[in-house]
């Protein structure tokens, strides 16, 4: 489980598992989480054509779990991620994001700063 805290406009686009200035860090929800390995094992997948993910704020830590060294690969044809690093006060996230991504043969191939996109090229 997972706390993610509520906007603090009700006008405002979605929670947030990052506390930021723009959710309210007193009101927050469980959500239930799955690592991709689970969620591929239970609809019994060997490849993903297309992933999109978009986890305010959980992306960093998701992309260090599936791209694990002593883990099993993850067969990703295309990967497109909205990245939160905003959130954070250092730019260290998004820069240890890209070299995860890199070791494992992705390279952005289009998109902006916020919303890369990524290719598996081997």
């Known amino acids: 489980m997972e706390d993610f805290y509520l906007p603090i406009r009700i006008d405002y686009v979605s929670a947030s598992a990052i506390k930021h200035k723009?959710?309210?860090k007193n009101h927050a929800i469980k959500v239930e989480m799955k690592t991709i390995r689970i969620i591929m094992k239970e609809l019994?997948?060997?490849?993903?054509d297309i992933l999109k993910m978009d986890i305010e704020g959980l992306e960093f830590q998701v992309v260090n779990d599936m791209m694990n060294l002593d883990l099993d690969n993850i067969n990703?044809?295309?990967?497109?991620?909205?990245?939160?690093e905003r959130f954070f006060?250092?730019?260290?996230?998004?820069?240890?994001?890209?070299?995860?991504?890199?070791n494992?043969?992705?390279?952005?191939c289009y998109g902006t700063e916020r919303e890369p996109m990524f290719i598996k090229i081997e």
Not at 44 to 48: D, T
Not at 76 to 84: N, S
């Open 89 to 102: 006060e250092t730019r260290d996230c998004i820069h240890n994001f890209y070299e995860t991504l890199r």
């Open 76 to 84: 990703i044809g295309l990967f497109c991620v909205e990245t939160h």
């Open 22 to 24: 723009n959710v309210d």
């Open 104 to 108: 494992k043969n992705f390279y952005d």
């Open 44 to 48: 019994g997948h060997q490849h993903i």
